[in-house]
């Protein structure tokens, strides 16, 4: 009897056993699922974003093709030089009289500060900044000048200790986004002597509070000279904050002072260190290695001559260039840095680590390189480097460990691409411990939403600048599905309409999938290729222009803004009509793009809307965007600072 | 030239899916991916396999010497057979009810979280605790505290769709 009881309760719990494995089953596949549409989402915005880099890195031969062209047909304007290779720096000391002049009125409810600083003011500050208060510009200009003052006097790679029972926390990318920044110095403690912080670069752009992150840090370092480190990054570049939306914040922040306050920023970005090393064994920097990386050639070379990314020194044996900008750096000796030196910087501020052995060009950005394990071991040893510490790459969990343990990346901007994107995290390293990492997830809602709710939004929005970018290239992307369509049937099979979205687009995406996405087929499978653009279309600003015209406008509306500002050497927002087609034959030059000098020509009287022979540029480029049809609007709500 | 078979075809056909899942995990474009992610390769390609049959299945596309890396030339033709084969099928539906009715001995129609994680961290397969708190963010309804699981079955359904 015993027995039988037994084998059937035996029964029981197989049964159970089998049931459970069944449910787990089911919602591991359903979860996988999940988690590769989530993927396929991450590999949209990281493709994109590499590209759009490219094209930012693309800028500088622009500059160069510019600076030997334009110059020299318009006399050599010495603005435009000095603008783009001169030192543009006028006499500090002037500046701070200036910044004390500037009134705070009783009437100002922001956050003030005492100089000088102390760890109060730290704490004011942030609690400031989480009431939305905007920093009065006349502080935002006083922290800058001091904060330049104790810069300068730091080296270009700084060294730090950690002390017995004294952890060291790293942090990578910020990138404007607050309340990470505020959660981090929730869960870890605020910047003080206890609790030293390396803050491993791009602080700013992308997010929406660049200043409040940058006052913060800067604030905090001139309160802790000792405890607390910023390295360079490569959104630390003023002709970076063009593109990627630094130089509108503050421009929308700070109207009338805006100005003021970026030509500061400017020289603050030079003096950042580009390295920190900690116990004189650990390199924290933003980038990485390349194989030719040289410690010892970062340590001395001129650090503060490093101005933009996109300002490459030009070989000094073009006598012509070289003397014009002698002439107008009116110092002695040279005002850039040597191409070599120069490079070597790049490849710090912007490379990647691959597992592939070597060191080869970063083709996705289009600025510094890939290194493999054997370059990493190679310059660490070189230098007696246990590790590297970097960061520049968002990692789904915050960070990554590669290359046998001897490269860490650490990522700091959680919900980078889109909420839910990715976790943030921040590393301590302490004298007898291996290093602990943290992470966590910025979040608004009190739980955690369900995994296909997240994975939605995301993929949503991926979904949503795909659709942009195609919706940019419409023209080309046509004519290439109709070479294909021979029998004119408005339909493609899957690959082929895959290999043409490919060849346009030079985006390496698992197009089959995304094709749910981004068209629709018919019964059997074929590819009816227009309905792509049934939903989206770019707002002309002016009825009359040309769609070709258009998409190219659109296309290249980022780097045409940063142009525009460029050349708009008195910052007026305007620039003549003159000086428009001279830019514009150039850039059409440069970039191989096909539209007729006609339609310029007109398009640019149109755009002169005052008929004063002169164009609003910035307002003329932000006229462009893509139209989504099913959209509801967004409601913009940035604060500006009252003046 | 002799017209293709339709198992060549579909070959073909499971070679360019196979592909781009693989791709989506391939972060350096070198044709590698991390063996902790094998499994949701396999799974999002729509098969179900059980942990055990997928740590076989591992075992047959590593390397002599795991480098904790799968290549996608060992990964593709052991993974087209399985396709072509339509092992570890996805499963049905009124499977997944019956598991649930399983484990509600009592016939109530539903579980309360605490069975619902008993089961699931204790018996079978285990699931960790991030697929467990994963589960829970939508299976659980927050006012019972418990799991109405043909409510859940076909909101699953639905939400994959």
Known sequence: ?643 | MAPATSRETAVAEFHKKIKEAFEVFDHESNNTVDVREIGTIIRSLGCCPSEGELHDLIAEVEEEEPTGYIRLEKFLPVMTEVLLERRYRPIPEDVLLHAFEVLDSAKRGFLTKEELVKYMTEEGEPFSQEEMEEMLSAAIDPESNSIQYKDYITMMVIDEN
């Open chain 1, 1 to 643: 009897m015993g027995c039988s009881c037994s084998s059937v309760a035996d029964d029981g719990s197989k049964q159970v056993i089998r049931a459970a494995t069944i449910i787990q089953n089911w919602y591991r596949g359903y979860r996988a699922r999940l988690k590769a549409r989530q993927r396929c989402a991450l590999t949209i915005f990281r493709s994109i974003e590499y590209a759009d880099e490219q094209g930012q890195m693309q800028l500088s031969n622009f500059f160069s093709f510019m600076f030997e062209n334009y110059a020299k047909a318009r006399e050599k304007d010495p603005n435009l030089v000095t603008q783009l290779f001169g030192s543009s720096f006028p006499d500090t000391y002037e500046e701070e009289d200036y910044t004390k002049m500037i009134n705070v009125p009783d009437s100002y409810n922001g956050p003030r500060l005492q100089f000088p600083l102390t760890f109060n003011d730290i704490e004011i500050l942030i609690e400031g900044f989480k009431e939305q208060k905007i920093l009065h510009p006349h502080y935002v200009l006083a922290v800058l000048h001091e904060a330049k003052k104790v810069l300068m006097k730091m080296p270009n790679v700084s060294h730090i200790r950690t002390l017995p029972y004294n952890e060291i926390t790293v942090c990578g990318d910020l990138h404007g986004k607050l309340e990470d920044l505020l959660l981090i110095f929730y869960k870890n403690g605020l910047p003080s002597d206890d609790i030293p912080y390396v803050f491993n670069g791009d602080f700013v752009d992308r997010g929406k509070n660049s200043i409040e992150i940058l006052m913060i840090l800067l604030v905090s370092l001139l309160v802790y000279p000792k405890d607390l480190r910023l390295n360079r990054g490569n959104h630390e570049d003023i002709l970076m904050n063009m593109r990627y939306g630094f130089t509108k914040e503050i421009m929308q922040k700070y109207k009338l002072y805006g100005r003021e306050i970026l030509k500061v920023l400017e020289e603050v970005y030079t003096w950042l260190p580009i390295a920190t090393i900690i116990d004189n064994e650990i390199l924290i920097m933003h980038g990485g290695l390349s194989m030719s990386t040289d410690l010892n050639l970062l340590h001395r070379l001129e650090r503060h001559k490093m101005k933009s990314v996109l300002m490459p020194p030009v070989q000094s044996d073009e006598d012509t260039t070289a003397d014009v900008r002698s002439k107008i750096g009116g110092q002695k000796g040279k005002t850039t840095l040597s191409q070599h030196e120069w490079k070597q910087v790049i490849d710090i501020l912007w490379s990647d680590p691959r597992s592939k052995r070597g060191c080869y060009p970063n083709k996705s950005r289009g600025g510094g390189c890939y290194f493999g394990p054997d370059v990493t071991a190679k310059i660490l040893s070189k230098y007696q480097m246990k590790f590297l510490i970097r960061s520049h790459e968002c990692k789904p969990d915050g960070y990554e460990i590669c290359h046998d343990g001897k490269v860490i990346t650490v990522f700091s901007a959680s919900n980078y691409y889109e909420e839910g994107s990715n976790r943030g995290a921040y590393v301590k390293l302490g004298r007898y411990s291996a290093p602990r990492f943290f992470q966590y997830q910025v979040t608004n809602s009190t739980c955690p939403r369900p995994l296909h709710q997240r994975v939605s939004t995301i993929e949503g929005s991926a979904i949503r600048i795909l659709k942009e970018r195609m919706v940019s290239r419409k023209t080309d992307l046509v004519r290439t599905f109709e070479l294909h369509d021979c029998s004119k049937s408005g339909k493609l099979s899957l690959s082929q309409w895959a290999l043409s979205m490919e060849s346009v687009l030079e985006l390496n995406l698992p197009w089959r999938s995304l094709s749910v996405h981004l068209v629709n087929r018919d019964k059997d499978g074929k590819v009816e290729y227009m309905s792509s653009f049934q939903d989206v279309q770019i707002k002309k600003p002016v009825k009359e222009a040309h769609s070709s015209l258009i998409e190219t406008l659109y296309r290249y509306r980022s780097d045409l803004q940063i142009i525009f500002n460029v050349i708009d050497t008195d910052h007026s927002g305007l620039i003549s009509m003159e000086e428009f087609r001279d830019m514009w034959k150039l850039f059409k030059t440069h970039y191989g793009v096909h539209v007729d000098d006609i339609q310029v020509d007109e398009l640019a009287n149109q755009m002169d809307l005052n008929k004063d022979g002169s164009i609003d540029f910035n307002e003329f480029l932000k006229a462009f965007h893509v139209v989504h049809k099913f959209d509801t609007l967004h409601k913009s709500d940035t604060l500006a600072f009252q003046e």
